[in-house]
């Protein structure tokens, strides 16, 4: 059983920096790519960043620059710097595991807040 627990969350400026963690436990195998999406509130849920084991990564527009992912393949960690927090960074923020051929199985974090104040 594979399980996913997010850290690092909470309130802060606008401006300021926040550093998010997501541990994955059980059963990782290669291809696999970690990421963080984020669902604000009435809005879809987006890509924000994601690194695959082969050490590519993926950002969305809105945080290049802004955001760094980077990951630790041997504790199954991934990270997300966050600096120069805007007010529509504001948002749940959730980890995500793809691994397996194709990258077909998938699974998710329960969700960490992340409000920036104006």
């Known amino acids: 059983q594979v399980q996913l627990v997010e850290s690092g969350g909470g309130l802060v400026q606008a401006g300021g920096s926040l550093r998010l963690s997501c541990a994955a436990s059980?059963?990782?195998?290669?291809?696999?790519?970690m990421g963080w999406y984020r669902q604000a509130p009435g809005k879809q849920r987006e890509l924000v960043a994601t690194t695959s084991s082969d050490g590519s990564t993926n950002y969305a527009d809105s945080v290049k620059g802004r955001f760094t992912i980077s990951r630790d393949n041997a504790k199954n960690t991934v990270y997300l710097e966050m600096n120069s927090l805007k007010f529509e960074d504001t948002a749940v923020y959730y980890c995500?595991?793809?691994?397996?051929?194709?990258?077909?199985?998938?699974?998710w974090g329960q969700g960490t807040q992340v409000t920036v104040s104006s």
């Open positions: 059980g059963s990782i195998f290669s291809p696999n790519a």
């Open positions: 995500n595991l793809r691994m397996g051929r194709h990258l077909r199985y998938e699974y």
